[in-house]
């Protein structure tokens, strides 16, 4: 069945639909992996969002349940060039047609993901409409489509009970945002007893428990939205108690301690984006997904310094707090499928906290 991808610009796309029959109105981004792409549909970080796939053959190896970073698909849809329809992986269990169809996920195949990557890149982020409607009236749709916001979604994606991991090591309290399953895995792996607070949590609840440190997840939507978590943050900041942050949690850490963040034209997704430490000048391949970063043209350096940048565009990929035991990241060290490069930051966070790594 044919389906068609209305940009906010006019641009048009038609293609053949896959995953559910629904219309969706989204936030059009494009992730440059080549492989995961189970795990990119599984970040909670892709609420609110639809992705586009730039490697041009997705669902060669199906779907591989344990790979998943959460317990389902976050995306509102889904963007290939091609689909494959015969997955081959003695691991496989479903493929991606019916993981998509199963959680109502609607998606296009078939259309020219390089063009559709390059106006992206161009003209920046826009919102689209993925629809089977051939009728479809492009003057009511448009308007429609500049009005869309993502929205709240960081409550959408969060956990609604606390839980935990026992451990026997250091006892770590991690803030749900949107976390990946490999955030909480990478410690409990380590040692650690993982705590996995709510995003409303209050800091005076998870301070109580004494934590050894607090980890700030990744997670959608714009950080300046989160207005309540950012005020619980700036509770932890002024805490002694160690912190570290990833992808999200690094972006509201540093609204918390008065620093400011500003929208990407297109934003960092994907599997290959290298990162420079600016202490030791090493350079580590990084997984990322975000769409906003911290502004530190006017960084206050009695509040932070940064400690990594982007090699590609000179933005911000983390900061270290001046006097504090708090140190914060842009990319995802927890990456799966990877790279692993820039796993030792939970030895450091497990060092900060007095642990052996």
Known sequence: ?????????????????????????SEIVFNTSMTGYLEVLTDPSYAGQAVVMTYPLIGNYGICFSDMESKK?????????????????????????????????????GIDTRALTRILREKGTMNGMITRNENYNLEEILPKLKEYKVGDVVEKVTCREKKVLEGKGCKVALLDLGAKNNIAKSLHDRGCEVTVYPAQT?????????????MLSNGPGDPKSCKNIIREIKKLYDSDVPIFAICLGHQLMALAA?????????????GNHPVKDLETGKVYISSQNHGYVVDT????????TPAFINVNDGTNEGLKYTGKNIFTVQFHPEACPGPADSAYLFDKFIEMMGGDR
């Open 202 to 214: 209050a800091a005076e609840e998870i301070l109580a428990a004494n934590p050894d440190g607090v």
């Open 258 to 270: 008065g620093a400011d963040t500003h929208k990407l034209k297109y934003g960092h997704r994907g």
């Open 73 to 109: 698909p976050w995306p509102d849809g889904y963007i290939v060039r091609e689909l494959s329809r015969m997955p081959s992986n003695f691991r496989c269990e479903s493929t991606i047609q019916d993981f998509l169809e199963k959680h109502g996920i609607p998606g296009i195949a």
């Open 1 to 25: 069945m044919k389906a068609f991808l209305i940009l906010e610009d006019g641009h048009v796309f038609t293609g053949t639909g896959i995953g559910s029959e629904k219309d969706v109105i």
């Open 297 to 304: 043209e006017n960084l206050d350096p009695a509040i932070a």
